[in-house]
């Protein structure tokens, strides 16, 4: 089993910056990549970024304003958001695949202020 934790979440006006964190625990060696999804109110959870444990770093539509990171020595992805904008107003979440299964954290509300 692996277990996620976020935290970074909060309230920020538009054009400013957040950083989320993702800690795992648990049987961390089985994880074999680590994304983050968002779900806005009404709309359906949509991948932000993936990094896989060997470094390989996919995007969804955010390429440009968000970048996904890690600290392998501490199990902790990070997301770091820039450019805010209101339409980023969601609830995020960390997940981390195994070979045979996704865990999910419990999300971080971010909320994006105009």
């Known amino acids: 089993q692996v277990q996620l934790v976020e935290s970074g979440g909060g309230l920020v006006q538009a054009g400013g910056s957040l950083r989320l964190s993702c800690a795992a625990s648990?049987?961390?060696?089985?994880?074999?990549?680590m994304a983050w999804y968002r779900q806005a109110p009404g709309k359906q959870r949509e991948l932000v970024a993936v990094i896989t444990s060997g470094g390989r770093i996919t995007y969804g539509d955010l390429k440009g304003r968000f970048t996904i990171s890690r600290d392998s020595a501490k199990n902790t992805v990070y997301l770091q958001m820039n450019s805010l904008k209101p339409e980023d107003t969601a609830v995020y979440y960390c997940?981390?695949?195994?070979?045979?299964?996704?865990?999910w954290g419990q999300g971080t509300q971010v909320t994006v202020s105009s």
């Open positions: 648990g049987s961390t060696g089985s994880i074999n990549a």
């Open positions: 997940a981390a695949d195994s070979r045979v299964n996704r865990y």
